[in-house]
């Protein structure tokens, strides 16, 4: 199984600071074939169910706003926000979708500071 | 609008079983693999399978953590997904959520329902 792993598991930032989120995989998520990257990002607020905001590593979701953005490649992946805002404070997982079992990175919790 | 509804959760001794349900709208379900997934109490997310499209097979993959107790199926002339859960155990408490699976063979989850708690304990 692909383990993912994310750091921090918490991180605090001020209010219109940059956030940044990282996601490693246990072995590379990019298909050669396809040249794409199987992993995802989801956002989960209180009381909420996920709520998808990348995939392809860097493809946002319709309707997700442009501060959020991913990037990496292989097994090195980040989510950044670029200027958090209050109701960004969440859970964060990333995902991987390269084979199965699909697995979750084991959360980070965004505060603000 | 994409909705996904699950029902059928409640509390269930060990050993039991229990079914659930995932009504979709809002999309041409029979086009889309589903997916289940769950959460425990104040834990993570867990991925515990998904159902393909027919244009795919229609074939299915669980967690490890769940195969040979648990039993995904779809019915598409009512857009229905289901999760046929067997031999519960403790450790099978958790919130339990549909997601619409988006891709070929290999999906990440684009909409998901708003969970049903599955509590397992005598």
């Known amino acids: 199984d692909i383990v993912m792993t994310q750091s921090p598991d918490s991180l605090a930032v001020s209010l219109g600071e940059r956030a940044t989120i990282n996601c490693k995989s246990s072995?590379?998520?990019?298909?050669?074939?396809?040249?794409?990257?199987?992993l995802a990002w989801y956002q989960q607020k209180p009381g909420q169910p996920p709520k998808l905001l990348i995939y392809?590593?860097?493809t946002r979701e319709s309707g997700v706003p442009d501060r959020f953005s991913g990037s990496g490649s292989g097994t090195d992946f980040t989510l950044t926000i670029s200027s958090l805002q209050a109701e960004d404070v969440a859970l964060y997982y990333c995902q991987q979708y390269f084979n199965t079992p699909h697995t979750f990175g084991q959360g980070t919790k965004l505060e603000i500071k | 609008e994409v909705q996904l509804v699950e029902s059928g959760g409640g509390l269930v001794q060990p050993g039991r079983s229990l079914r659930l349900s995932c009504t979709a709208s809002g999309f041409a379900f029979g086009d889309f693999a589903m997916s289940w997934a769950r959460q425990a109490p104040g834990k993570g997310l867990e991925w515990v399978g998904f159902?393909?499209?027919?244009?795919?097979?229609?074939?299915?993959e669980y967690a490890a953590s769940v195969k040979g107790r648990f039993t995904i199926s779809r019915d598409d002339s009512k857009s229905i997904a289901y999760l046929e859960m067997s031999s519960l155990k403790t450790e099978d408490t958790a919130v339990y959520y549909c997601?619409?699976?988006?891709?070929?063979?290999?999906?990440?989850?684009?909409?998901w329902g708003q969970g049903t708690l599955v509590t397992v304990s005598s």
């Open positions: 997601t619409r699976a988006h891709g070929d063979y290999l999906y990440y989850f684009d909409y």
């Open positions: 159902i393909r499209s027919k244009a795919y097979g229609g074939t299915i």
């Open positions: 072995q590379s998520v990019l298909y050669s074939s396809n040249n794409k990257n199987y």
């Open positions: 392809w590593a860097s």
